[in-house]
């Protein structure tokens, strides 16, 4: 196990590490598991707040990156009390003593797995999307978390790690009780960054703490898996700014994110105001700057205009606005040679097909995402980008303006109905699911070899 003096990061204080978030957290913690680089080596997120201090720990190491999702069984009279645990491919882990001390009857015993191995079934089927386990025999199995409290689920995961077939398991946090890390017989190691002898609450130890999502999980799951199967690590960031983009009388708030080199480039289209702030658009441009696309998030209409309701409605005006803004982009040394795409939500995708009908060629790839193509009128049947249309089976309005408007397009167009999902995309994994939809479309028309001309875009 490893001491408190070699896991410790050296600092003022009694060592209370405070970090920026749980990336932050994965970077400074992968530093103390350098010495595992080039083993054989799982990385494995306990979720969900494990699994983004996970991320960066997988990639420093270069190792395939899993959950492991173990489900405690709860005494039947005291379930917050632990009697054991259970994990996938039927690991159970019991403490045969407790159950017999409390009086345990096999029946009960029984109920309580049958209950929780409905939820670790139903976990694992959500993050894991179909991916099989990560094999760990004969392997080293590295659990993460973001931070040491009780330590019960962690010591549950090192468990039934072990029982899976781990030939070592080593728990890593970055923050920890110092007496926690002192006994922890369920690990062969244990490695951290900050064992405080006075702890009160891992939040404590981060400046963000926000809860993870668990779109976020299925998303850095499927980056980690991608990683490997493609070779591609994420490089630093070219440009990572706040920008004024020029818009006839006004100037429009954006933000731009770009990789090093950019050679993609979307730009997110919403009828409503500081729509660079929204949290969904947010989420989905961190999905396809993980896949190498850079993104523009940018307001459409200016504070004021926003609190006129026909504003959001006026598709020539939001049109108008991203076809600036696209000539914007062209200007720019960083991003005039970037293939361009759209990414529309509600009002914008009608304002982004209007704008691409527009711009012809210059436009290589349209996504909506619950949005309304059909307001773009008679201009759908102009526009040649390939254009994927993305709507909730919960929203049976929307879904049928897009299936109409859908008929009168020309161009190369696909629709994919999200089952469960409404309007907003609020249901567990719908929006994930959404987000990697538009990824893999948009690598599909704009990730080309630049001697490599866009798929055709003929009529359906």
Aim: aromatic share 4%; net charge negative.
């Amino acid at each position: 196990m490893t001491d408190e003096g070699r896991g410790h990061r050296s600092g003022p204080g009694n060592g209370d590490a405070v970090f920026a978030n749980r990336a932050d957290a994965g970077r400074q913690l992968a530093e103390r598991l350098e010495h595992l680089h080039g083993q054989d080596v799982v990385v494995l997120g306990l979720p969900r707040g494990g699994v983004p201090v996970a991320f960066p720990v997988a990639v420093a190491l270069q190792a395939p990156l899993d959950v492991i999702v173990v489900r405690k069984l709860g005494l039947p009279y005291q379930p917050e009390l632990a009697m054991g645990a259970i994990g996938e491919d039927g690991v159970r882990v019991l403490d045969r003593d407790l159950v017999q001390l409390d009086g345990v009857r096999a029946d009960e015993l029984r109920e309580v797995e049958r209950r929780e191995q409905a939820l670790l079934r139903s976990r694992v089927d959500q993050f894991r999307r179909g991916r099989p386990r990560i094999d760990l025999k004969g392997r080293v199995a590295v659990i993460v978390d973001d931070g040491l409290a009780t330590g019960s689920t962690a010591r549950a995961a090192c468990l039934v790690a072990r029982h899976l077939g781990a030939a070592r398991v080593v728990l890593a946090v970055p923050v920890a009780p110092a007496e926690a890390i002192a006994h922890f017989p369920e690990a062969d190691e244990v490695a951290y960054v900050s064992a405080p002898r006075r702890f009160v609450a891992v939040g404590l130890h981060y400046e963000d703490f926000s809860p993870t999502t668990d779109e976020e999980v299925i998303v850095l799951l499927d980056a980690a898996a991608r990683r490997l199967t493609q070779d591609r690590s994420l490089v630093a960031a070219d440009a990572d700014e706040d920008i004024k983009i020029p818009a006839g009388p006004v100037v429009l708030d954006g933000h731009l994110h770009l990789p090093e080199p950019a050679s993609a480039l979307v730009l997110f289209a919403h009828g409503s105001g500081s729509s660079r702030f929204s949290p969904r658009n947010r989420f989905v441009a961190s999905v396809l700057f993980e896949a190498g696309i850079g993104t523009l998030l940018m307001d459409l209409l200016t504070p004021a205009e926003e609190r006129h309701r026909e504003r959001v409605f006026d598709i020539p005006l939001l049109a108008d606005r991203l076809v600036a803004a696209t000539r914007w982009v062209r200007e720019r040394p960083d991003t005039g040679g970037c293939r361009i795409g759209y990414f529309g939500a509600s009002t914008g995708a009608g304002a982004a097909l209007y704008a691409a009908a527009e711009l012809g060629a210059e436009v290589s790839a349209v996504v909506s995402r619950g949005g309304r193509p059909d307001l773009a009128g008679e201009r759908l049947g102009q526009v040649s980008a390939p254009t994927l249309l993305i709507v909730g089976s919960a929203d049976p309005q929307v879904l049928e303006l897009n299936r109409r408007a859908r008929a009168f397009m020309r161009c190369l167009s696909e629709l994919t109905v999200v089952v469960g999902a409404t309007h907003l995309f609020e249901e567990p994994g719908t929006l994930a699911e959404a987000a990697l939809e538009a990824r893999d479309w948009f690598e599909r028309y704009l990730l080309l070899p630049h001697d490599q001309p866009p798929a055709p875009q003929v009529t359906r």
